[in-house]
Nanobody, 120 residues
Framework: QVRLVESGGGLVQAGGSLRLSCAAS????????MGWYRQAPGKLREMVAT???????NYADSVKGRFTISRDNAKNTVYLQMNSLKPEDTAVYYC??????????????WGQGTQVTVSS
């Protein structure tokens, strides 16, 4: 199992931006589909965005047009650029490898995540 470490969260005002990073250990990162997920207090974890090895992307309706997922295979890192943030984006954000062809996370275990808090 690849080890994933998320970073880049913080406190931001509504309308602001943040860029999250997820650094992956191990080999063959370039052939892995990756995704960002989030979990708000009292809610189930949900998919935010995914990116395939071919850089095809998929987004939750709630973030389309505001968030952009990207990857740098040379750095074994996947990013989530979040613009026009809203208070409802407040959550702990996690990354995971994605089951190719789906939006489902591959692994049942999760890293520590990174907290994003958007104030109104």
């Amino acid at each position: 199992q690849v080890r994933l470490v998320e970073s880049g969260g913080g406190l931001v005002q509504a309308g602001g931006s943040l860029r999250l990073s997820c650094a992956a250990s191990g080999s063959s990162f370039s052939i892995r589909a990756m995704g960002w997920y989030r979990q708000a207090p009292g809610k189930l974890r949900e998919m935010v965005a995914t990116i395939t090895p071919g850089r095809n992307t998929n987004y939750a309706d709630s973030v389309k047009g505001r968030f952009t997922i990207s990857r740098d295979n040379a750095k074994n890192t996947v990013y989530l650029q979040m613009n026009s943030l809203k208070p409802e984006d407040t959550a702990v954000y996690y990354c995971n490898e994605v089951v190719l062809g789906t939006s489902r996370p591959l692994y049942d275990s999760w890293g520590q995540g990174t907290q994003v808090t958007v104030s109104s």
